[in-house]
C-alpha cells in the first residue's frame, strides 16, 4: 500500500526558505518518478516540480524556476523540495505524489507553506 508522508511546512517571512520532505513507503521508490503539487485556497492543485526515477531529470513550474529544487534519496526512500526566496504567492498546501506505475495517483496529507509579507 502505497503511503506518503509530508513534513517540514511551517509558516516564514517572504524570502526565507523551507524545505519539506516526503517519506514514501509501499513501493519500489527508486523505480518511479516523484512530484511535488501545490493548492492554494480557491485556486487548482498544480505541480511545482518533478523529478525522475534516478534524479537526474528534474523539471519545475515557471513560477519557481531558479528558486526551488527537487531532489530525492533513494536509500531513505524520500522526495525533498528546497524552496527559497519563498514569495507570499508560494502560500499552499503542499502534495507529493506519485503514481508508482499505475494509473491511480497517491496523494500524502499535505503540508501547509504560508508566507506572510
Known amino acids: 500500500q502505497v503511503h506518503l508522508v509530508e513534513s517540514g511546512g511551517g509558516l516564514v517571512q517572504s524570502g526565507e526558505s523551507l524545505t519539506l520532505s516526503c517519506a514514501a513507503s509501499g513501493f519500489r521508490f527508486n523505480l518511479y518518478p516523484m512530484m511535488w503539487y501545490r493548492q492554494a485556497p480557491g485556486k487548482e492543485r498544480e505541480q511545482v516540480a518533478r523529478?525522475?526515477?534516478?534524479?537526474?531529470?528534474?523539471e519545475y513550474h515557471d513560477s519557481v524556476k531558479g528558486r526551488f529544487a527537487i531532489f530525492r534519496d533513494n536509500a531513505q526512500n524520500t522526495v525533498y523540495l528546497q524552496m527559497n526566496s519563498l514569495k507570499t504567492e508560494d502560500t499552499a498546501v503542499y502534495y507529493c505524489?506519485?503514481?508508482?506505475?499505475?494509473?491511480?495517483?497517491?496523494w500524502g496529507q499535505g503540508t501547509q507553506v504560508s508566507v506572510s509579507s
Open positions: 505524489n506519485t503514481r508508482a506505475g499505475g494509473d491511480d495517483d497517491y
Open positions: 523529478i525522475s526515477a534516478p534524479g537526474g531529470v528534474k
